[in-house]
Each structure stands twice: as C-alpha cells, then as structure tokens.
C-alpha cells in the first residue's frame, strides 16, 4: 500500500474516533464531574421541606444477601443521612451465609428507625423484597439495592414531590453509577416516557410507590428474577396511568457497579425475564424479541390490527405504491391529503425511499394503538448518518431534531436512537396518523408553516394523544432537506408554553446543533 492510501486510512480512523468521543453519551460523561458541584445544597432542600405541612412517611426496603460490608454500611448510612426524617429502613436478609452480614445488621441494633429481619431460608430477592414490603408502614415505599447509596436529598426531594400532588402513584427520578469510588455514568431520564418503557426500564432507580398499591397488585414477582422492578413499573403504570406518575430530573440514586453484581454475573437471565415482563404486558397486542440493536434491550413490534386498515400515502410526486408486505388492495397514493380515504394517512417526502419492506407496516401498527396520535420515523441523510429521531421543543428554534449530525453506528444518549419512545413531535417528511383523529385536530395548520407537523402533533398532545417515534421505519433522503423557517413567529405565539418546556427532554441537558450535552 502507497504511503498516500495509508494517510487516507489514517485519517478516516482518526474521523472516526473523533465521531465517537462527541457522542452525546461521552460528551455528557466528560462534563459530570464539572456539573455535579451545581446540585442543591442540604440548606436548600431544608428550606422546602419547611413548607411540607404533612410530610409523607417513606418506608426504605433493602433485601440483603453476602453484601460486602462495606458497601452495606454504605448504603445504610446514606439511609440515616437523609434531610428528610420521617423514614423507616426495613431490611431482610435473605438467610445469608456470610457472618460478617450478620455483624453489620447487628451494629443496627437500637435504631428505632431501622427494621431488621432474616429469612431462614433464601427465597430471591422479590420474595426478601416482598418479606420487607409486608413490614413495612410508610405510605410510600421506595426500592434500594443493598449495595447502593442514596443522595442525602433523595426522600426530601420525593416528599416534596408527593406534598405537591397527594394522588400521585409513583415517582421516580435520574441515576448515576458508583464504579472505583466514583460517581459516573448519569441517566438524565426523559420524563414519564410510556413508550420508551416498553423497550427500557425506564424507572429503575430512584422508584417510590403508593404502599398500599403494591401490595394490592400482588408485590414483586419472583418467577421475573432480574427483572422484577421493571416487571412492578410496568403493571404498575397500566393500573393508574401515566398522569399519576411523577418523574424527578434529579440524580437521587447512586447505582454500584460491580463484576459480582447480580445484573452482571446473571445478564442473560435479566435480558430473558425483561423480554419476558414486557411480553406479559402487551400479550396479545404485540411480538417481543431482543433489541436488534441493542440485544440487552426488549425491541416491541405492535400487530397491525385485523382487519388491516386501508392506508393512503400521501406523496407529492408520482410514485408507485411502496413494494412492502403489505395487502395492495388496502393500499393507495395520493398527492393530497383532501382526496386520501384511507383509514391511516402517511404523510411522505417524495425525495425519501424505504430501507425496509416492514416500515409501513410499523408505522400502521403503531398508529392503530389508540393512545396514540402521530407515528415518526427514522430518517437518515445521504451520507447515511442519522437525521431525525424525533423533534425536541425549543422556545427559540420552535423544534430541534435530536439526531444531527449523529453518525450512523452511534446509538444515542441511553441507546434512544434504537429504541421506540414518546416525543413532542415528529417530521411531516414521514407521519401517520388516523385520518378520523387528523380530521377532528383540524388537520393541518397553513399559518404553522415548515412546523405544521410540530403544531399537528401538540394538538393531538392536548386531545391527550401520544406521539411515538419508532426506529423499525427507516427512510433515507436521496437529498439534503431545506431547513425549516417559515412559520416560526406564529408558532412561538401560538405554543409559547409547550415550546419553554418539553415533556419528554430532561431539564438537566441541552440541545445544540442537534447534540445533546449538559445544561
């Protein structure tokens, strides 16, 4: 090989690498040591829990097995540090054969605050789990690992939460992990997703549930074992909806990673028992395999409805009907959304072309549900790179793709780009949505100009209608697409409140030049 080819290896390696380390995921890491100096000082969180006139009672449950000592002293005096002082620690050890277990729960003897018990034989950790709910009498009940720790404003901040809306069921809030001493890895979560939930635990760490609700639908499930709180999170969502459930941008759980944890040493296990939980939620509705992407994670296919709807593709140009697994009789183009008379209307771009055969039949699927206004699709740019996963509300630009300029392997902050989640809005380029729901929103709004597709999909937010964007649609433009502008003005008047917050971006980051880094 010529020195010259060897330059240009070179330096598609070094292109590539430098790609990787502007990953949103990398780029976030980088900066959280800098970023945590700015989280709220004791003194704050004392200042709004004197404005809690009856504070909730908080029962902490801890199933213990062989915890190394020092992690479950760890984890225990982050219990006892708590601001917020109306708690109760129940810990059940699950008939651990190491003494030194049983010498640190002894040091706990005289805490009034701390209820210990011991299985004599070992059940797993729902059934500890279970054993601890059955002892305990908060009103709510918050979920912790024995070898994790809380941050000191972990329960202040959920008392606050739960003072503000007594009818809440469930909060839960962002993460980090513990590796060699450190704080690192933060999961700055995007609201109550109940899309992404399906393909992701979502709620994992830290969770807080109504007492009394757990125990009616029956506590943990034992035969889920790895995925157990992900199993309670779902069932639990389905029974009280998502308006009663509360999410916290807060890092209030601090996760220890570790080789012998049980998610690492019994990863197969855990992936089988989410695939199998998420399975037992959409029975029926839905076929659920590994994450083709990423296979640690479920991937939910819906089934199109029988009898399949018609489907009328709404196209500006001449095109014959998309060559899919999809019946040809139920099928039509139009160039107009006036003469579609389909059941489902897919909006396309006429300079988009399939990479699938199944994208239609996803986004048909996907559409079908009825919680759900608009589906979006994932659409990448010539180069192959990722162009659009969904719109992020901007008070400013009105919407922002989240995607560019991603390359085409990165899998996004926490994997989104390759799983389904909930969005504020997705691209008109390519959209579906029932037509009896688009016609009584109104259609589409000419003053909205280039956003009529943001504003479609926040009025169908406030018919409460979710929108999905869905990566088993894949399109790629044969050309570059023109950047919105008309129509901002009128936007910014006519949504000022859904643009200064979006539900489903976490307040802790921002959104520049389509990459995601720490606010």
């Not at 007594?166 to 513990?178: C, G, K, M, R």
């Not at 406030?462 to 999905?468: E, K």
Request: glycine share 6%; aromatic share 6%; charged share 20%.
């Amino acid at each position: 090989m010529s020195n010259k080819g060897q330059g240009r290896v070179s330096l598609a390696f070094l292109l590539a690498a430098w790609r990787r380390r502007q990953r949103p995921e990398r780029v976030i890491d980088r900066g959280y040591k800098a970023w945590l100096v700015r989280e709220p000082s004791p003194a704050d969180w004392r200042a709004r829990l004197a404005a809690v006139q009856r504070p909730p009672r908080i029962s902490v449950v801890m199933p213990v097995f062989n915890t190394n000592p020092v992690w479950l002293r760890d984890a225990v005096a982050s219990v006892r540090a708590q601001i917020f002082a109306n708690w109760e620690l129940v810990i059940v050890d699950d008939a651990s054969i190491d003494p030194a277990v049983a010498v640190c729960l002894a040091e706990l003897e005289g805490d009034p605050r701390i209820d210990v018990t011991r299985l004599d034989v070992r059940g797993g950790i729902a059934a500890a789990s279970n054993a601890a709910l059955a002892r305990a009498d908060g009103d709510y009940v918050a979920f912790m690992d024995h070898d994790d720790t809380l941050a000191p404003h972990a329960l202040a901040a959920i008392a606050c939460e739960l003072a503000a809306d007594p009818a809440v069921e469930l909060v839960f809030s962002d993460e980090d992990q513990i590796v060699g001493g450190r704080r690192v890895r933060p999961y700055f979560k995007p609201g109550c997703n109940a899309d992404l939930l399906l393909s992701q635990n979502l709620v994992c760490h830290l969770a807080v549930y109504r007492r009394t609700l757990v125990t009616r639908l029956g506590g943990l499930r034992g035969d889920l074992a790895g995925a157990q709180d992900f199993d309670l999170a779902l069932r639990v969502a389905a029974e009280v909806g998502w308006h009663r459930v509360r999410h916290v941008p807060l890092v209030l759980y601090h996760w220890r990673q570790s080789p012998g944890s049980f998610s690492a040493v019994e990863r197969l296990r855990c992936e089988q028992a989410a695939r199998r939980a998420v399975a037992r939620h959409v029975a029926g509705h839905a076929t659920v395999t590994a994450n083709p992407v990423l296979p640690q994670w479920p991937a939910v296919r819906f089934h199109v409805p029988a009898p399949a709807p018609t489907v009328s593709v709404i196209t500006p140009v001449a095109r014959a009907a998309p060559v899919e697994a999809y019946d040809p009789a139920l099928l039509t183009c139009v160039p107009r959304a006036a003469q579609a008379t389909g059941d489902v209307l897919v909006f396309l771009a006429g300079r988009l072309k399939p990479l699938d055969d199944g994208w239609l039949r996803a986004l048909v699927a996907e559409v079908s549900r009825p919680e759900v206004g608009a589906v979006g699709a994932l659409l990448l740019g010539r180069n192959g790179g990722w162009l659009h996963t969904g719109f992020v509300l901007h008070g400013k630009h009105v919407a922002r793709s989240v995607a560019p300029p991603s390359d085409a392997e990165d899998p996004g902050y926490r994997g989104h780009f390759a799983l389904a989640r909930t969005v504020s809005a997705v691209s008109l380029a390519c959209l579906a949505v029932r037509r009896d729901v688009f016609i009584a929103a109104g259609g589409l709004t000419a003053d909205a100009g280039d956003f009529a597709d943001v504003d479609l999909c926040l009025r169908l937010a406030a018919r409460g209608l979710r929108t999905v964007w869905t990566p088993q649609a894949r399109l790629q433009y044969e050309q570059s697409p023109p950047a919105p502008g008309r129509g901002a003005a009128w936007m910014r008047q006519r949504w000022r409140a859904e643009l200064a917050a979006d539900p489903y971006h976490n307040p802790n980051l921002r959104l520049r030049r389509g990459r995601l880094s720490l606010a």
